[in-house]
């Protein structure tokens, strides 16, 4: 069974930093893509971030230049760097991986940025 668990997420001041992580457990030979999403409170969820298995990255426009994709193969982790966070930011953040036809997604982990 694939299993998907953020953490990283916390309260963090405007203008602040966070590094959040996925790792990924389970039987799973190849994995395609990995993001990560957002959903802020009454809004849909959003693509953040977004990695292809040959490392191509995509970013929403929105935090472009702040937040960095990234992976660690041999510890099946994701990781979103995000620095110089803005109130906007604020939302529940989950990481995603595509594997064949398949998504699985995680719980999600809380980021909360005040102003």
């Known amino acids: 069974q694939v299993q998907l668990v953020e953490s990283g997420g916390g309260l963090v001041q405007a203008g602040g930093s966070l590094r959040l992580s996925c790792v990924v457990s389970?039987?799973?030979?190849?994995?395609?893509?990995m993001g990560w999403y957002r959903q802020a409170p009454g809004k849909q969820r959003e693509m953040v971030a977004v990695?292809?298995?040959?490392?191509?990255?995509n970013y929403a426009d929105s935090v472009e230049g702040r937040f960095t994709i990234s992976r660690d193969s041999a510890k099946n982790t994701v990781l979103l760097q995000m620095t110089s966070l803005k109130p906007e930011d604020t939302a529940v953040y989950h990481c995603?991986?595509?594997?064949?036809?398949?998504?699985?997604w995680g719980q999600g982990t809380q980021v909360t940025v005040s102003s």
């Open positions: 995603k991986i595509h594997v064949g036809l398949t998504d699985y």
């Open positions: 389970g039987m799973i030979f190849r994995i395609d893509t």
């Open positions: 990695m292809s298995r040959g490392g191509m990255t």
